[in-house]
């Protein structure tokens, strides 16, 4: 069991600026601007790895030999403060074979970078969904592998952490994979802590498009049960190999949910459904049928 504590100490460091992220930085090691410059080749675009909402991710090789992830925010998105300083929090004070590591941050003036393991395989949906050209097979027992770290992950968030994580975004392009095709959930941007006497928080809607769960878009109130619907969505597009949406298919063929969830009605129309209680669990019930 991990705990977040209630006070930090705070090392001293002249390189902070913002007043905002100086009161929000914990226990985390300091990077040097210059390093990282460094570590990336001048944060080269031939090292660039990935892109995001927030900003781009580059490999570099540190100065103690190791190789690491990048991850350079936009400077000029002050909402990507509050996400910054929510990932450091987070994810610096766990550690968990399928989440990814943070080695440290760089908060020099209008700098904001995060910097962690180097996963040499990049993320699920460059690899397994994205149809371009990669050396990587994913025969089934691979792919239940990935959906078993998943879970893992997941299951260390909500039940083992105190006070426990709701990711909020889990999706494919957050399902980062090592040499070995071990999973780690990554980008901890948009998580939200949950008491354990609390059965929910309300909060803003945030979350990607085609994984959110029905009823937290509709009422914004927070459960775990949230990432246990995008899990869900996840592993319906582990198993077929596709993306959840697609407009570039026929539109009756789009939506890989509605695909999933017409096939359970019509192979299975005599089953009662009293017993499910949302449509998000109704939609998971379907996902066997693959």
């Known amino acids: 069991m991990t705990c977040f504590p209630l006070l930090f100490s705070k090392s001293s460091s002249s390189a902070r600026h913002d007043p905002e992220i100086d009161e929000g930085i914990h226990n985390v090691k300091l990077y040097a601007y210059k390093q990282l410059r460094n570590a990336t080749e001048k944060f080269s675009p031939a090292n660039k790895i990935g892109e995001g909402g927030f900003g781009s991710v580059y490999k570099g090789r540190l100065k103690d030999g190791k190789v690491a992830a990048i991850k350079v925010l936009s400077a000029e998105s002050r909402q990507g403060v509050k996400e910054f300083l929510t990932e450091i929090n987070v994810i610096s004070e766990i550690e968990h074979e399928n989440l990814v590591k943070l080695y440290g941050c760089c908060v020099e003036k209008n700098n904001r970078i995060l910097v962690y393991n180097y996963l040499e395989n990049n993320s699920l949906s460059q690899t397994l969904l994205g149809g371009g050209h990669n050396s990587l097979y994913f025969d089934w027992g691979t792919r239940c592998k990935i959906c078993i770290g998943v879970a893992r992950g997941l299951a260390y968030l909500h039940e083992e952490v105190r006070p426990h994580i709701v990711h909020r975004d889990i999706k494919a392009s957050n399902i980062l994979l090592d040499k070995d095709l071990t999973p780690k959930i990554s980008d901890f ?22 994984y959110l769960a029905p009823e937290y878009a509709i009422g914004g109130k927070l459960t775990r049960k949230a990432d246990i619907y995008s899990f869900g969505v996840l592993l319906a597009e582990i198993i077929s190999g596709r993306c959840n949406i697609n407009s570039r298919l026929p539109i009756e063929e789009q939506f890989l949910l509605e695909r999933v969830c017409m096939s359970h009605i019509l192979h299975r129309i005599g089953v009662s459904f009293t017993s499910i209680n949302s449509y998000s669990q109704f939609c998971l019930f379907n996902l066997h049928l693959f």
Request: zero cysteines.
């Open 189 to 210: 941007g948009l998580a939200k802590l949950i008491p354990a006497n609390m059965t929910h928080v309300s909060t803003r809607v945030a979350g990607t498009l085609g």
